[in-house]
């Protein structure tokens, strides 16, 4: 999958929030490494800190994702968050 510049610049803004984030060093990996075929479900997150991390994408893009369509469109798949993030009105 090629993502084009925009998605770039999502996918920039999530690996941002990963790194900032206070679970990052605890994962233990490279930022450069997180691409759109990255799975957070594989990350070595506790389920509050996949929520936590949720709720900062949720604040940064102005989104409400809920838990059932997280779910359901494999959301945790970053290219797939990425495409959902995109077609969001």
């Not at 949720?54 to 959301?75: H, M, T």
Request: no cysteine.
């Amino acid at each position: 999958m090629s993502i084009d510049s925009d998605e770039k610049q999502t996918l920039a803004i999530i690996k941002n929030l990963f790194e900032t984030s206070k679970f990052s060093k605890d994962v233990g990996m490279n930022i450069e490494d997180m691409t759109e075929k990255t799975d957070i479900r594989e990350l070595n997150m506790d389920s509050l800190d996949t929520m936590e991390y949720l709720f900062a994408i949720d604040e940064e893009f102005g989104v409400e994702i809920p838990d059932d369509v997280f779910q359901e469109k494999e959301l945790a798949i970053i290219g797939n968050l990425i495409a959902y993030l995109k077609n969001k009105p």
